[in-house]
């Protein structure tokens, strides 16, 4: 038998009030409680209706719980204990328990039918590691990295950005991602733009024109 | 033989780790919770000589010392749970030389056979097949054929199956809801997402595990392969804010990143979750900073975090805290940093 409020079920006492089942927990949040430790109490209490919540405060073991008895013939366990623990005890439990084990099967996969391989049979899978993008920063480096032979004279630093990103004349992808932009002049921000607007950089493309823009309209774009 | 987590693992600035554990029942024993000591030490006995002694060591943990459990935690072989050496007469693990390879008896179900990988590599699912498949044609499995593959936890009744990635997502923590539209985004692949952190721990970091969660109704096949749909997901949604962060803040992130550094080279004593803390933040901004000044590679940060996660140590309990802990936690995080320079 279940609270009818909380849906637990049961362990020791139930309260019937109203025509309502409730465990004892949901019986004092519903103001009941000083009516749980002694019902005369409650016997005593003139707006009660007396008979009713007499005779509800019964012992559990007086009470029919059905299913819940249900023990494995080879292991012991009782239906309750699975469903406290989630686990059973033994392969027969699969036969007795067979309903709820569905039940709760379905409950938290929404499936209860097998699908996998058979014992000692391989999986048919040809699943492999997927290759993952990099970030453009990092498949950037990884180009320069290979370039370095090519260009082992040049400093380190001069090749962090591939010579295709870089304007003509003009500064490198990096340089004007580090750039502050208040420094740089109309032409180079004019630049810029296409260098960024090449790479794919939209994000740096519309803060290069948003920093033009406002020099144009005469605005100090603080 | 250098141990599993050492190498250089694919995605390995996103995942630590890739796990598959495959998990069977023999016929003709309880399952653990209803299994005597008798009969456990009966399972263990017949399960003691199906594993190929030439490739696996270990045996009963009643027999393991303390160096063994501290080195098997450390390889996450064992949890870090207290209770996960309660009664270790009744628990068995083998491993093979670098530990990627486990076999643990009587840790929840009679058999669990485990691959880990370091970085992204679904690979891990075939090498715990091929053992679990070995031990299939030596034992009587328990199987059904409505419900597959029978064990205790109704809930891996089926394949038996789970995919386990362990990742670093610095970036989506710090982004406001972003960890909540992951967890929704993950829900859709039908997989889960929780922090790390074991029973009656605080989560501390930004490491989280993603873990498949169906074994019926689908194949073998359909889990690996959604897995890895999803996991590419994460890592491109976890690169494209740490891209995001690391320009729109640059400043900011630079000098957080070389702060957490610092603490890590230069601090006496360090909390775990400062250190956590410190590690996210370097694997954050470490693909952008173009100063060159720290010599830190993903492998490293790697290492340090896992070191740290499994520290056997829970960190709810006083000991991690202790002073003595804090300052042992530095001088190992010292000691590794100095050998990246």
Redesign the interface.
């Known amino acids: 038998m279940r609270c009818e409020r909380c849906g637990k079920e049961l362990t020791n006492r139930i309260i019937k009030i109203n025509g309502v089942t409730y465990c004892e927990n949901c019986a004092r949040l519903m103001g009941y409680d000083r009516f749980l430790n002694d019902p005369a109490d409650f016997l005593g209490n003139p707006f009660s209706q007396l008979d009713e919540i007499a005779s509800s405060l019964m012992q559990m073991n007086e009470l029919d719980f059905g299913n819940s008895t249900l023990t494995c013939p080879k292991c012991g366990m009782t239906l309750r204990e699975f469903e406290t623990e989630g686990r059973v005890g033994c392969i027969e439990c699969y036969n007795t328990f067979n309903n709820n084990i569905v039940r709760e099967m379905f409950k938290q996969q929404g499936n209860s039918e097998y699908a996998g391989r058979l014992p000692a049979q391989s999986a048919d899978t040809d699943a492999e590691t997927s290759d993952v993008p990099q970030t453009k920063k990092a498949a950037a480096s990884k180009t320069i990295e290979m370039e370095i032979p090519e260009k082992a004279e040049e400093p380190v630093k001069e090749t962090k950005a591939p010579a295709a990103k870089s304007g003509k004349g003009g500064l490198t992808l990096d340089q004007l991602m580090k750039a502050d932009l208040g420094m740089l002049s109309d032409e180079d921000l004019e630049k810029g733009i296409k260098v960024a607007a090449e790479a794919e950089e939209y994000k740096l493309a519309s803060r290069l024109r948003d920093e033009l823009k406002g020099r144009k309209e005469g605005g100090d774009n603080v | 033989m250098s141990e599993w987590y050492m190498n250089e693992g694919?995605?390995n600035d996103v995942v630590l780790s890739t796990k598959a554990c495959i998990v069977r029942?023999i016929?003709g024993y309880?399952?653990m919770?209803?299994l005597d000591d008798k009969e456990c030490k009966s399972l263990l006995e017949t399960i003691d000589k199906a594993i190929d002694k030439n490739k696996y060591t270990g045996g009963c943990a009643a027999d393991f010392d303390k160096q063994t459990i501290l080195r098997l935690t450390r390889l996450q072989i064992l949890g870090r749970e207290s209770n996960q050496m309660a009664t270790p007469e009744r628990k068995a693990f083998y491993y093979n030389d670098d530990v990627s390879l486990s076999i643990a008896v009587g840790s929840g179900e009679h058999l669990t056979v485990k691959a880990m990988a370091a970085g992204?590599?679904?690979?891990v699912?075939?090498q715990a097949?091929k053992e679990a498949?070995d031990l299939?044609?030596k034992l009587d499995?328990?199987?059904?054929?409505?419900?597959?593959?029978?064990t205790?936890?109704?809930?891996l009744?089926?394949?038996g199956?789970k995919i386990l990635y362990t990742v670093s997502l610095p970036a989506i923590s710090k982004t406001e809801g972003g960890i909540a539209a992951l967890t929704q985004r993950v829900s859709q692949y039908e997989w889960a997402i929780y922090p790390f952190a074991e029973r009656g721990e605080i989560a501390d970091s930004d490491v989280y595990i993603i873990s498949s969660?169906?074994?019926?109704?689908?194949?073998?096949?359909?889990v690996?392969?959604k897995g890895?749909?999803l996991?590419?997901d994460v890592?491109?949604a976890e690169?494209?804010l740490?891209?995001e962060i690391a320009?729109s803040k640059?400043d900011q992130s630079e000098d957080i990143y070389g702060r957490s550094y610092g603490t890590l080279k230069y601090a006496g004593m360090i909390s775990r979750s400062e250190a956590l803390q410190a590690l996210g933040w370097l694997r954050l901004y470490h693909?952008?900073d173009?100063s060159?000044d720290i010599k830190v590679s993903c492998n490293t940060i790697n290492k340090l975090t896992m070191d740290i996660l499994w520290e056997p140590d829970a960190p709810s309990k006083k000991s991690s805290q202790s002073a003595a802990s804090q300052k042992y936690r530095a001088q190992g995080i010292k000691k590794i940093l100095k050998g990246d320079d």
């Open positions: 694919k995605d029942n016929k309880n399952f919770p209803r992204h590599d679904i690979s699912y075939k097949e498949l299939e044609s499995i328990a199987f059904s054929e409505n419900y597959g593959f029978l205790s936890h109704v809930r009744a089926g394949t199956l969660v169906n074994t019926l109704g689908v194949t073998e096949d359909e690996l392969k890895e749909m996991i590419a890592i491109k690169r494209a740490r891209e320009t640059k693909e952008y173009d060159g």
